[in-house]
């Protein structure tokens, strides 16, 4: 290592990163550098007189190569959460690199054959686990393959990944592009929060009145509360033709149409390579559904159930426009408003109202008690370098010792991507090479509205059911006792059951003493009253018809995609196929929301996009082991909560997840609690009569 590396912030695996002394220059001599380590350590181990051993493997490759992926994902990470032109220059130099070691490395066939001369016999339960998947992703990595196909399978792995991240900065570049500083006139109904964000937005340009965005703090609320008809077109027009060829003037040198048809050809021409049909019998060789055919059937079942629901709740919202509203020819950028007025007129409460009781602090307490009780454990403050002043950080503890640490990011700002998810920052790994005990740290990103006026920064509902999703992803991660790092928390999880913990979650921000615990107004302090929770658990499954449907069209459209649609094709018409066999509130044609659809072309959902509704069927059939064991005065058994995390949380992916669903229930999961809990368990509604 030369003297300049040597005081390289990402080359010090002594403690936590030092993500305030990370700067661009850093990364690429970084990443040269722990990739020739990489590469050394590498060939050490194919060597002929090397052990085909599990521990001497791992002494000398796995710390290698944990060290390159760690020091990439501080990298990564501040790539979504700090984007800059020169960080995004750096990442953008040191990726090709990576990604071909990455793949090189998946494909070695000497590496390949070590692992398979290893006797499963010499290994604990959890290596097993590791080794099996270690094989079976050598096999999808392209291991198997010969001369010009494996040349070619390392080939798409690299222009994959460029193109993965090229549409990730367009949808970023797409969403920071737009601004619109409307007037007083044109802003009537937006809630007075908003307004101060926005008034302050605007004076920090130099520019009068108020700056409206396509970040969701600023765009929701325009859409749920604008009265101006022309003022929800404006944004809804920017919002659903982002990066997109319907994109209005400078912003469509940022349209993803080319790179999407790129990223599909690429797609299917791997799995051909690999023996597959299409991109998605690939895909879902990890998962726990068997064929597209089967996720496709799922899917199209649950819009069967769904939809009588949805055609009421489209008919009660037209009623609802023509008489109170005077619109009687809604438009698709009045949906979300009418649907926030009819709420309020149906539950005579507003979602501005129940906002006040939800201050970020006070969430948190709630959440980190709740989770304290159900799961043993004990959460406090802690210290770190963050990259951005609004990030916190937090450790876990059980019986004084530490269990695991995590970050929470919740602010939206600009160089940050949308969206909300939770990303390791290190596994829980019994490390080889000193046998110590490396504890796991995860971070929790969020886009929140930011305190405004000198109070705390509020949350909506919606808002809070997102923390706790993401933090159920953060405990499946930080609560496992598997040393095994590739199948320790998350990893090793088949992806269509990693949603189980974080859905989970979510049905605690429905209950009584749960709410009222994390509720404090925030002007008296006083905890959101039992009149104000009862009408919110009213609306409940207010347009869960119409909610499913859409979920159901996104996941539909991106198994379709993968499976019969034609790369090079327009993907357009399949979009409007699958809305006109599912959507009953159809967009208009010039909206192109699979052009910023991050989950499948820049994410980990290509072809998994359904493993949401998957594991809803596994998450809410686990939740009703609680509901089944509550006490009298509601308060959650802690056997119950013990049980589920020794059996979900601890086992991590160390056995498959429907093991590990079984060893929790005692029984494999039935849909009845999901259709319960969206209300969509009785005789479906009579389909209402067209106007």
């Not at 008296?524 to 069209?553: C, H, M, V, W």
Request: glycine share 6%.
């Amino acid at each position: 290592m030369n003297t300049e590396n040597e005081t390289n912030p990402l080359l010090d695996f002594s403690g936590l990163p030092a993500f305030d002394r990370v700067a661009p220059a850093h990364v690429v001599p970084a990443i040269q550098e722990l990739l020739a380590q990489a590469n050394a350590a590498l060939a050490r181990v194919t060597e002929p007189s090397f052990p085909a051993d599990w521990l001497a493997i791992a002494r000398t490759l796995d710390v290698a190569t944990e060290r390159l992926g760690r020091a990439w994902g501080v990298v990564s990470h501040l790539n979504a959460v700090a984007d800059s032109p020169e960080l995004r220059a750096a990442y953008n130099e040191a990726l090709p690199a990576v990604t071909e070691f990455w793949t090189r490395l998946g494909a070695d066939e000497r590496l390949y054959a070590k692992y398979k001369a290893i006797d499963p016999a010499t290994l604990d339960d959890a290596q097993r686990q590791a080794h099996r998947l270690a094989l079976r992703a050598f096999v999808l990595g392209g291991a198997e393959l010969q001369g010009q196909q494996r040349e070619r399978h390392a080939q798409i792995q690299g222009r994959l990944a460029e193109l993965s991240q090229k549409f990730s900065e367009n949808v970023l570049d797409a969403t920071d592009h737009f601004a619109y500083y409307a007037s007083a006139d044109e802003v009537e109904g937006i809630p007075e929060d908003v307004l101060l964000a926005a008034r302050e937005a605007a004076s920090k340009d130099g520019r009068e009145g108020y700056k409206l965005t396509l970040k969701l703090p600023s765009y929701l609320p325009v859409m749920q509360y604008a009265r101006s008809g022309a003022l929800r077109e404006r944004l809804y027009r920017a919002y659903v033709t982002r990066a997109s060829d319907q994109a209005e003037g400078e912003a469509r040198r940022y349209d993803n149409t080319p790179i999407i048809r790129e990223i599909l050809a690429l797609r299917r021409e791997e799995a051909q390579l690999l023996g597959y049909p299409n991109y998605a019998a690939l895909s879902l060789v990890p998962k726990m559904a068997e064929s597209p055919e089967e996720v496709a059937a799922f899917l199209r079942a649950l819009a069967e159930r769904a939809r009588p629901y949805a055609e009421r709740d489209v008919a009660e919202m037209r009623a609802f426009a023509a008489e109170h509203l005077g619109i009687r020819d809604p438009q698709p950028w009045d949906w979300t408003y009418i649907g926030e007025r009819l709420k309020e007129s149906r539950y005579a409460f507003s979602e501005q109202e129940l906002k006040q009781y939800f201050p970020q602090p006070k969430v948190l307490q709630g959440l980190f008690e709740l989770v304290e009780h159900l799961f043993e454990i004990r959460i406090a403050p802690d210290q770190a370098a963050v990259w951005h002043p609004d990030v916190r950080f937090f450790r876990i503890e059980r019986e004084g010792s530490l269990v695991g640490q995590f970050y929470f990011d919740p602010t939206a700002r600009n160089g940050k991507r949308g969206g909300a998810w939770m990303d390791d920052v290190r596994a829980r790994w019994r490390r080889p090479d000193t046998g110590e005990l490396q504890t796991p740290v995860a971070h929790l990103v969020c886009n929140f509205a930011g305190p405004q006026d000198g109070k705390p920064a509020l949350l909506t509902h919606d808002d809070v059911i997102t923390v706790f999703h993401e933090f159920g992803h953060g405990l499946h991660h930080l609560l496992t006792q598997v040393d095994e790092r590739d199948v320790s928390g998350i990893s090793g999880v088949e992806w269509d059951a990693v949603e189980l913990p974080s859905q989970f979650m979510e049905n605690f921000c429905w209950e009584w003493n749960v709410l009222r615990a994390m509720t404090a107004h925030v002007d008296t302090g006083e905890p959101i009253p039992r009149a104000l929770f009862d009408k919110i658990s009213a609306a409940r499954n207010y347009q869960s018809g119409l909610q499913t449907l859409r979920q159901i069209e996104y996941a539909l459209f991106d198994i379709l995609l993968h499976t019969d649609h034609e790369p090079e094709a327009d993907l357009q018409p399949l979009l409007d196929q699958v809305r006109a066999e599912v959507a009953v509130l159809p967009p208009p044609g010039f909206a192109r929301t699979a052009h910023s659809f991050g989950h499948i072309f820049a994410g980990g959902y290509a072809a998994g996009y359904y493993s949401y509704k998957w594991a809803e069927v596994l998450s809410a059939d686990a939740y009703a082991a609680f509901e089944e064991t509550v006490s009298g005065d509601g308060r959650h058994s802690r056997e119950t909560g013990r049980r589920y995390r020794q059996a979900i949380l601890e086992a991590g992916g160390s056995r498959p997840a429907m093991d590990s669903f079984k060893a929790f229930r005692g029984r494999e999961p039935r849909l009845d609690a999901l259709l319960r809990h969206q209300g969509m368990a009785d005789a479906p509604p009579a389909r209402p009569t067209q106007p």
